[in-house]
Nanobody
Framework: QVQLVESGGGLVQAGGSLRLSCAASGRIFRVNAMGWYRQAPGKQREMVAAITRAGSIKYADFEKGRFTISRDNAKNTVYLQMHSLKPEDTAVYYC???????????????WGQGTQVTVSS
């Protein structure tokens, strides 16, 4: 009913930048909070950044000002601009969205398929 399609991952050298995008589509009435999570091999999935529909933002402590989350409500799209990337940022990055469906009673969380980010040293 809702599809989240991520793009923008890839291979980059340490110190480089990448911009991830995630577009939500489907029977959407309203997209509430959106966010980015990541999961490195052998580790648990962790939050990277989240943004409410009104624009309130929360970042994980580890990103230390290197990442910027933004969104375009008209396009149901969230972005993650990443600068000064480090090898430890290597992970699969997942998009998350809390969505009210058309005709739905309660919002629900949806996940994208993930996009690989690899940072070489």
């Amino acid at each position: 009913q809702v599809q989240l399609v991520e793009s923008g991952g890839g291979l980059v050298q340490a110190g480089g930048s990448l911009r991830l995008s995630c577009a939500a589509s489907g029977r959407i009435f309203r997209v509430n909070a959106m966010g980015w999570y990541r999961q490195a091999p052998g580790k648990q999935r962790e939050m990277v950044a989240a943004i409410t529909r009104a624009g309130s933002i929360k970042y994980a402590d580890f990103e230390k000002g290197r990442f910027t989350i933004s969104r375009d409500n008209a396009k149901n799209t969230v972005y993650l601009q990443m600068h000064s990337l480090k090898p430890e940022d290597t992970a699969v990055y997942y998009c998350n969205a809390n969505v009210h469906l058309m005709g739905g009673m309660m919002p629900d969380d949806y996940w994208g398929q993930g996009t690989q980010v690899t940072v070489s040293s």
